[in-house]
């Protein structure tokens, strides 16, 4: 679906995407995980077409950006990071009107507007003009708006963003239905239980190179351990307890507030650390996750 | 997505490569759509745009007319009102392009963000510079006709080539429409609108729309001729008093180019300014 060599974007004398290989198979729900300035927005528009490669090799859906923008487009949905909707007209109309940007015949429009609205729970507001929606909503119709084409591609740049646990919920489940029908997705998220939850297949981007690609299990396997103890000491410098815990893990990774120690059994090395004699203000053991690989990868966290 | 479009985004893709102008996919028309569909609930707006020239027309034409008297034009003595009607005509034609073409197109693009959406689907930078230029023109020509009708009532229109001043004032509105919206890419914040209006104001009053070309000095005849607005002026009178002369198709390739340089100049603009 989207197959991308040596791709590389570049700002006057700054690079933004610097040389990434992707390859989006056919329904498969692919993400790129990454933090702030790693360059996703960056390659989510180059997919798009609104944004031409700077230098490498781009194919979506087969054809190439810089001479078929317009087709590729037509078989696109497009989620951009901002919400862009027409704050002039309704709900109902945002759909309509996007719709006849593809081309699409006006009772298709509406036929489509009525069940995407529905889909995206707004069809009590379906009259209501946009600006007064709650971010959720305008999430939703966002995304509703996206659909009306029946894209076979559907890219998500931070979809969730910005909404509150709940809302968040009701879109993965959203997304997930989309996936059943067959849809690819293509996301972009700097949440890991976002990355966890919603794609089979995910790059690590940092500094606009990607450090790291597979199933979000596989990545967990092959660049953590199975288990994490974290522990927070009272002081100002983590750091200091360094010497204390030596030995007990495979790893240890010290943050400003607590330190990570990675190791395949969190309770022996509790235990462990017990029998030395020293004393945590808190302990705690939980199962590795993307933060963990994303942190070992790149000595960063990814939310900050 | 239904077969017939298909074929149509693949002609328009084809006609891309073939054509070193922005990309677009030749459905401009949707933009329009969208258009009216946001202007029909702020139709008020339509009152002002369709009232200014009107009143004009009263105050300088009929009020001050029956001082003035008739004048002279191209050989002619004809009552003053007559003198001035095409000159509001054409003048409101490019105040109306100008207004749509700028500030509601500064906002569409720094503020509403609307292009970005629409630049994701089919449609190309091509597309949103037609589609926007178009609506102006759209706009102006019922402001235009329904301007005639009123001048008609007035007893300002002698002639029925007057009926060739509608399209005529599209075209008007056409060069100021694609000028105004590329300088408008140019801009950054509202204060830099001054800047149209001083372009504008002392054509709107200077390019022989309130007093004949004869009464400039000499050597400001030679500035005035060189305006937009005068080869606008000129060509509207010509068809309104019926005198119509090889003067006017260069009052005709003059705008024409004008909006032609416009419209190409504004879908480069904004492909660079939004697909980067
Ligand atoms: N139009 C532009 N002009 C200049 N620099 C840009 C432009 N767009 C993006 N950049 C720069 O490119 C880098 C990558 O930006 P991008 O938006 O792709 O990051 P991102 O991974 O989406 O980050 P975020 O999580 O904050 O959305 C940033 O440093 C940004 O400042
Ligand atoms: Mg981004």
């Known amino acids: 679906m989207i197959r991308a060599r040596g791709l590389v974007k570049a700002f006057d004398d700054f690079t933004a995407v610097d040389g990434i290989d992707v390859e989006v198979r056919p329904g498969e729900a692919f993400g790129f995980l990454g933090p702030n300035g790693a360059g996703k927005s960056s390659t989510m528009r180059m997919i798009g077409c609104v944004s031409p490669p700077t230098a490498g090799e781009l194919t979506v859906l087969g054809m190439d950006p810089r001479t078929d923008g317009p087709r590729i487009r037509a078989g696109l949905g497009v989620v951009p990071q901002r919400d862009s909707l027409d704050e002039e007209l309704t709900v109902e109309e945002n759909i309509w009107v996007y719709g006849r940007y593809f081309g699409l015949p006006r009772r298709l429009v509406r036929e489509r507007a009525a069940e995407l609205l529905e889909f995206a729970q707004l069809t009590d507001r379906a009259r209501s003009v946009v600006e007064p929606l709650s971010g959720g909503m305008k999430r939703r119709l966002t995304i509703a708006r996206a659909l009306v084409n029946s894209p076979r591609i559907l890219l998500l740049d931070e979809p969730t ?100 120690l990675y190791t395949p059994d969190g309770e022996a090395a509790q235990s462990e650390l017990h029998r030395r004699g020293l004393e945590p203000l808190s302990a705690l053991v939980r199962r590795s996750t993307l933060e963990d690989v994303f942190l070992h990868l790149t000595g960063r966290t990814l939310v900050d | 997505m239904a077969a017939p479009d298909q074929g149509r985004v693949a002609a328009a893709g084809r006609l891309a490569r073939a054509v070193p102008i922005p990309a677009g996919a030749g459905m401009a028309r949707m933009l329009v759509e969208r258009n009216y569909r946001s202007f029909r ?5 339509i009152a002002s745009g369709f009232f200014e020239p009107v009143f004009f027309l009263f105050a300088m034409g009929v009020g001050i007319g029956s001082l003035v008297g008739d004048v002279e034009t191209e050989g002619r003595l004809v009552p003053y009102v007559v003198f001035v009607a095409p000159a509001l005509l054409a003048a409101s034609a490019m105040n109306g392009a100008v207004f749509d073409s700028t500030t509601n ?44 009708a009123v001048a008609a009532l007035a007893g300002a229109v002698t002639s029925p080539l007057a009926l060739l001043a509608v399209p005529a004032a599209t075209l008007i509105g056409w060069a100021f429409a694609s000028i105004g919206m590329a300088a408008t890419t140019y801009m950054r914040t509202w204060a830099d609108f001054d800047y149209v209006q001083l372009a504008i104001l002392p054509m709107f009053l200077f390019s022989a729309t309130f007093f004949p070309l004869e009464t400039y000095p000499a050597a400001l005849q030679g500035v005035v001729q060189a305006t937009p607005l005068f080869h606008g002026v000129a060509m509207v009178r010509d068809l309104m ?12 390739a003059y705008l024409v180019v004008l909006g032609l340089v416009g419209t190409a100049w504004t879908a480069r603009r904004i492909e660079r300014l939004l697909l980067r």
């Open chain 1, 161 to 260: 963003t910005g909404l509150d646990p709940q809302a968040r919920h009701v879109l993965w489940d959203r997304l997930f239905r989309l996936k059943r029908e067959g849809v690819t997705l293509v996301l972009t998220t700097h949440y890991m239980d976002e990355a966890e939850q919603l794609c089979d297949r995910l790059v690590v981007m940092d500094h606009g190179r990607i450090v790291a690609e597979g199933s979000p299990s596989a990545l967990i396997a092959q660049h953590s351990t199975r288990e994490v103890l974290e522990l927070r000491f009272d002081t100002a410098d983590h750091a200091a307890h360094l010497g204390g815990v030596e030995g007990v893990a495979d790893r240890v990774e010290v943050l400003p507030d607590r330190l990570l």
């Open chain 2, 41 to 45: 609930r702020t139709w008020v707006i």
């Open chain 2, 105 to 148: 197109v500064f906002f569409k693009l720094k503020y509403a963000k609307l292009y970005d959406s629409v630049l994701a689907t089919p449609l190309g930078p091509r597309d949103v510079a037609l589609g926007e230029i178009a609506w102006a023109l759209l706009r102006g020509l019922v402001y235009s006709a329904a301007f005639l």
């Open chain 2, 241 to 252: 008093l019926g005198q119509v002369g090889p003067d006017l198709l260069v009052h005709v």
